[in-house]
C-alpha cells in the first residue's frame, strides 16, 4: 500500500514557473514507476509523463516536453515535477501516480495502482 501526497501547485502568471512534489509513505517507494498526470474542468484526465523506479529514465507527452522536467528522490519517497515556461493551458488538476506493473510509457490512468488527492495549478494569462 502506497499512499501519495502532491503539494506545491498554485496561482503563476504565463510563462512562469512551479515545482510540485508528490510525497509518499511506505518503505517500496522505488519499486513503483511514477507518473504524472492532470485534468482540466471539464476534460478527462491527461498524461503527461512517467519516471522510472530508479529514476534513469523518463517520458513526457508533447505538450509539455522541454518545459516540464520529472524527477525522483528514493531516499526521500519523493518524486517532483518542475513546470517552467507555463501556459494558461496548463491550468488543471495535477495527480501523481504509482504502479508497479507498468512502465513509463504507461498512458492510461486506469494502470496505475495509487493516486494522490491532486493539486491545483492555476496559469493566468
Known amino acids: 500500500q502506497v499512499q501519495l501526497a502532491e503539494s506545491g501547485g498554485g496561482l503563476v502568471q504565463a510563462g512562469g514557473s512551479l515545482r510540485l512534489s508528490c510525497a509518499a509513505s511506505?518503505?517500496?517507494?522505488?519499486?513503483?514507476?511514477m507518473g504524472w498526470f492532470r485534468q482540466a474542468p471539464g476534460k478527462e484526465r491527461e498524461f503527461v509523463g512517467g519516471?522510472?523506479?530508479?529514476?534513469?529514465?523518463?517520458y513526457y507527452v508533447n505538450s509539455v516536453k522541454g518545459r516540464f522536467t520529472i524527477s525522483r528522490d528514493n531516499a526521500k519517497n519523493t518524486v517532483y515535477l518542475e513546470m517552467k515556461s507555463l501556459k494558461p493551458e496548463d491550468t488543471a488538476v495535477y495527480y501523481c501516480?504509482?504502479?508497479?506493473?507498468?512502465?513509463?510509457?504507461?498512458?492510461?490512468?486506469?494502470?496505475?495502482?495509487?493516486w494522490g488527492q491532486g493539486t491545483q495549478v492555476t496559469v493566468s494569462s
Open positions: 519516471i522510472s523506479k530508479s529514476g534513469s529514465t523518463k
Open positions: 501516480a504509482a504502479g508497479q506493473t507498468i512502465t513509463i510509457w504507461t498512458t492510461a490512468w486506469e494502470e496505475y495502482d495509487y
Open positions: 511506505g518503505s517500496t517507494f522505488s519499486t513503483y514507476v
